[in-house]
């Protein structure tokens, strides 16, 4: 059974090229970095409030790196395969069939990142202009992972599309799984 | 495209999105697109929807209390509890199974996360219960069921979402999931003891035992007095008690009961870091799912089916969300469905003159049973995936427990006094009451 919580995840290596996986190294070094940098400016916000000199832009800090722990997240997911699903169905499918709906799958999630990098890079630009008080960030600074993560997104399907495409989606871990569940 | 056909494709494309195998949060987005282009709104405003979606501070405490379930069950701390509860109850009939319940009873009351819970069961408990022959599938279908607690006995996780996107007290949430939460335990205890496997039947532990367990546990106990305890003393909203606690494990508890555990620490953080961001993405995709459900007027829409069937009675409102909600569960995780049917809920409440704490028990309660429930029941396919059992074997041991499910949510909208009783007495303010001009005591609604 895979190491779900190593930093590049084995499970459908055939669909993953050898150079990305620094990249999804990195992303789960930055989950990490994100999840303990909100957990200590939090902390830090309880402190300096109970010493009675808060730092009130501590709250922003947090905001921050909750907000782009969640997108980062949610790009290293697409790499893992590790997002929520309504259904595995297609594990147990075989052949054109499985292809055909791993493919279209892939492209309705190709599309949604798309939508992400144009879209919010827009929204990004545009919130060049609008500030968080009291500390005067950019909302920019907050906003800007959205398009950044729909790229990582939209870099990881086509990585998935092309070696599926050439190597076939299936896996040996998806007969695995389907002997665990039959049993 | 007139709204209600928009509203109608937005859901099909979701669900058809979503059952042929696409991720939950891009199944919602694509969804959203989609049914944006019916609409005069721009595709802009929904893309950064997805963002306000989750720029909260009150979301927050998800992270922390997955956190905390998290390192909890990575650090083998946990293992402790479940030697107090075999001490306390190992001697009952099927008392591992008495075994599972307790101990889902007091980790509920540390972590917000059912998963957590399974995960932390099937790796230790699941192993014992296979050798004094309870089958599979009970187990599975056992653990899946008690896990389920986490999300009803503070903190919970699904309470903090409902209260953060319905404007809802959390504290009051957590405080009013207890009596549902306990309940459940109660029954899964009961049906265990009169109906589950015998398993090895075993003496009384000495009560010195108890002590030394008791002792052991105490450390990890501290947990559940410190997330209410600042709750309610009003020292720490919910996001930051989540982060105490989380904050209490690294320095206090692993030092002090596992301290060759520290090393693996970034570990358990980046994995942490992961797993929040999968149902925090499905927020931002639900959050924009909701505000569209909300401008194409779905709440008026459904109120009206509703309201047309069940008129103004609160009862009735809430028994026919309840059957929604059994169905909804079975299909989207709870999570994305509080968000986008909050405004559907809100509407409701309005018209039933329901109290909104009341209606958020109940719709946490329903959707907790989702976890149990097929084709989408989340715990039990984590639990049976765990335990080595096929799905659907682990859905017919299942079925007896699902009485226990649906006799506690009949009791939570048939029985709003006790149910609210507790943040009555600690969160007057959570159900309504205000403070008396004239004196120190609070005035209710009836």
């Known amino acids: 059974m895979a190491d779900f919580r190593a930093l590049v995840l084995q499970r459908h290596r055939q669909l993953k090229w050898k150079a990305l996986d620094k990249v999804e190294a990195v992303l789960m070094v930055l989950c990490g970095v994100c999840i303990a940098m909100f957990t200590l400016s939090a902390l830090l916000d309880v402190v300096t409030r109970t010493l009675g000199v808060p730092w009130l832009w501590l709250q922003q800090v947090t905001t921050a790196f909750f907000a782009w722990g969640v997108f980062v997240g949610m790009a290293a997911a697409t790499r893992r395969n590790d997002h929520f699903y309504l259904t595995e169905i297609t594990k147990r499918m075989t052949g054109a069939p499985r292809s055909a709906i791993e493919i279209v799958n892939r492209l309705i999630v190709l599309v949604v990142a798309v939508a992400l990098v144009w879209f919010g890079w827009k929204n990004a630009l545009l919130d060049l202009g609008s500030f968080r008080m009291p500390s005067l960030i950019p909302l920019t600074v907050y906003t800007a992972i959205v398009p950044a993560a729909g790229v990582l997104v939209a870099l990881f399907t086509i990585e998935q599309l092309v070696n599926g495409w050439k190597n076939g989606f299936e896996g040996p871990e998806d007969r695995d799984e389907i002997r665990e569940t039959l049993l | ?446």
Request: proline share 6%; aromatic share 10%.
């Open chain 2, 1 to 446: 495209m007139s709204a209600p056909a928009v509203l109608l494709l937005m859901t099909l494309l979701f669900l058809v999105f979503g059952y042929m195998g696409v991720p939950v949060t891009f199944a919602l987005i694509g969804g959203v697109l989609v049914a944006t282009l019916f609409t005069p709104i721009s595709m802009q405003s929904m893309v950064g929807q997805l963002f306000h979606g989750i720029d909260s501070e009150t979301l927050l405490a998800v992270p922390f209390f997955l956190l905390v379930g998290e390192l909890m069950a990575s650090s083998d701390v946990a293992t402790r509890m479940i030697r107090l509860s075999q001490t306390l109850v190992g001697h009952l009939r099927g008392g591992l199974a008495q075994v599972v319940t307790l101990f889902s009873m007091f980790f509920a009351g540390i972590s917000g996360s059912s998963v957590a819970d399974v995960a932390v069961l099937s790796r230790t408990i699941a192993h014992d219960m296979a050798k004094e022959g309870y089958d599979r599938a009970f187990t599975a279908a056992l653990i899946a069921s008690a896990s389920t607690m986490a999300n009803l006995i503070p903190p919970s996780i699904m309470a903090v979402v409902y209260g953060a996107t319905g404007d809802v007290s959390i504290g009051g949430l957590f405080l009013a999931g207890v009596v549902p939460g306990v309940l459940i335990g109660i029954g899964l205890m009961v049906y265990s003891y009169f109906f589950g496997p015998t398993g090895v039947m075993k003496k009384r532990a000495p009560f010195t035992e108890v002590v030394v367990a008791a002792r052991g546990s105490a450390l990890p106990l501290v947990i559940p007095v410190i997330i209410m305890g600042g709750i309610l003393s009003g020292w720490f909203t919910p996001t930051e008690a989540g982060m105490i606690a989380a904050v209490y494990i690294l320095i206090v508890l692993i030092p002090a009961l596992n301290r060759g555990h520290v090393k693996e620490l970034p570990r358990d953080f980046m994995y942490a870091g992961l797993l929040y961001s999968l149902p925090l993405g499905a927020v931002a995709g639900a959050s924009a799912f909701g505000w569209m459900v909300a401008f194409l007027r779905g709440p008026d829409i459904v109120a009206g089916y509703i309201t047309a069937f069940a008129g103004n009675d609160g009862t009735i409102i809430m028994l026919l969300l309840v059957a929604m909600f059994v169905i909804v569960g079975d299909f989207i995780d709870a999570v994305p469905a509080i968000i986008i049917f909050m405004p559907i809920i809100r509407k409701l409440a309005e018209v039933g003159n329901i109290n909104s704490l009341h209606m958020g028990v109940v719709i946490i309660t329903t959707l907790v049973f989702g976890l149990i429930t097929p084709p989408y029941g989340l715990s039990l396919l984590v639990a049976s995936k765990y335990v080595g059992v096929g799905f659907g074997k682990a859905v017919v041991r299942s079925l007896p427990l699902y009485i226990v499910f649906l006799l506690t949510i009949m009791f939570t909208v048939a029985f709003p006094k006790v149910v609210l009783w507790l943040p009555k007495q600690l969160l007057p303010e959570s159900v309504g009451c205000f403070k008396a001009p004239s004196s120190t005591g609070y005035i209710c609604p009836p």
